[in-house]
């Protein structure tokens, strides 16, 4: 099948490399200005992993001419942080884009691997966000990768186990934490991992190893199968738990 130009499509979008990316950067652009995510001039403050998210984020920022800098909070994961850290440094020194780097072992005095926590995941997310605090003191905003998986799997988290995540496309700041905005926040994950592949942004697909077994990946696969069942479920679900706040 062909996209309306002429040329291989390359997703069920029935768009070709060009127009699938097009899409996805317009979509991006109008969540920011629909949501009111940056202002003009304020410093963006990237939470970027090196992966494909975090990544596609900081690449269409910075063609869009916000002031972004990255910030990769390294928590020693062997055989995985490096790898994505390698994309990352290698991904803002071809784009001009400042990086930050924060390290576990330097600010709390271990690795996570160094902790062995019976809940890494959770542990993990508590000092990222204190570290990510304390570095966004100089900025107007933090922008993180989140995509429309993540944030389906957010709302149920919160319904199945009373979690506290915040779904939401904008989370107002405070006296202790700055103002975090989601652009990717109505894009799929799979359309994330297409886009990232296209422009080449990472050199293969790594997973942290503490993912398979945290409470997030089979809320992952539980939709995932609905989403089989019945297409567009996850985007239906963020839209009405929108709808309703």
Same mark, same amino acid.
């Given at each position: 099948?062909s996209?309306?130009?002429?040329?291989?499509? #390359?997703?069920?979008?029935?768009?070709?490399e060009? $127009?699938?990316?097009?899409?996805? !950067?317009?979509?991006?652009?109008e969540?920011?200005?629909? @949501?009111? &995510?940056i202002?003009?001039? +304020?410093?963006?403050?990237?939470?970027?992993?090196?992966?494909?998210?975090?990544?596609?984020?900081?690449?269409?920022l910075?063609?869009?001419?916000?002031?972004?800098t990255?910030?990769?909070?390294?928590?020693?994961i062997?055989g995985?942080?490096e790898?994505t850290?390698?994309?990352?440094?290698?991904?803002?020194?071809? $784009? !001009?884009?400042?990086l930050?780097?924060?390290?576990?072992? !330097?600010?709390?005095?271990?690795?996570?691997? +160094? &902790?062995?926590?019976?809940?890494?995941?959770? !542990?993990?997310?508590? @000092?990222?966000?204190? &570290?990510?605090?304390?570095?966004?003191?100089?900025f107007?905003? #933090?922008?993180?990768?989140?995509?429309m998986?993540d944030?389906?799997?957010?709302i149920? &988290?919160n319904?199945?186990k009373?979690?506290?995540?915040?779904?939401?496309?904008?989370?107002?700041g405070?006296?202790?934490y700055?103002?975090?905005?989601?652009?990717l926040?109505?894009i799929? +994950?799979?359309?994330?991992?297409?886009?990232?592949f #296209?422009?080449?942004?990472?050199s +293969?697909?790594?997973?942290?190893r503490?993912?398979?077994?945290?409470?997030?990946?089979? #809320?992952?696969k539980?939709?995932?199968?609905?989403?089989?069942?019945?297409?567009?479920?996850k985007?239906?679900?963020?839209?009405?738990y929108l709808a309703?706040?």
């Amino acid at each position: 099948m062909s996209c309306s130009c002429g040329q291989p499509e #390359i997703s069920e979008r029935r768009l070709c490399e060009q $127009h699938f990316s097009d899409w996805l !950067e317009n979509k991006v652009k109008e969540t920011i200005d629909e @949501y009111n &995510m940056i202002k003009p001039g +304020e410093r963006v403050l990237v939470a970027a992993s090196g992966g494909k998210d975090s990544l596609t984020l900081l690449k269409i920022l910075k063609q869009c001419g916000y002031n972004v800098t990255a910030l990769c909070i390294d928590e020693g994961i062997a055989g995985y942080r490096e790898k994505t850290l390698a994309d990352l440094q290698a991904f803002c020194a071809a $784009h !001009e884009i400042p990086l930050i780097i924060r390290t576990f072992k !330097e600010e709390k005095g271990r690795t996570l691997d +160094e &902790m062995n926590s019976k809940h890494p995941c959770t !542990e993990c997310g508590i @000092y990222r966000r204190e &570290m990510m605090a304390a570095v966004a003191k100089d900025f107007d905003v #933090i922008a993180t990768g989140h995509n429309m998986d993540d944030e389906a799997q957010a709302i149920l &988290m919160n319904v199945f186990k009373h979690h506290k995540l915040k779904p939401k496309p904008v989370l107002a700041g405070n006296d202790a934490y700055k103002r975090k905005v989601k652009p990717l926040y109505f894009i799929p +994950e799979a359309d994330v991992r297409r886009y990232a592949f #296209i422009h080449n942004l990472i050199s +293969e697909f790594t997973e942290c190893r503490n993912a398979s077994s945290s409470h997030r990946r089979a #809320i992952q696969k539980f939709l995932e199968n609905r989403e089989l069942e019945k297409p567009g479920a996850k985007e239906m679900l963020v839209r009405n738990y929108l709808a309703q706040l």
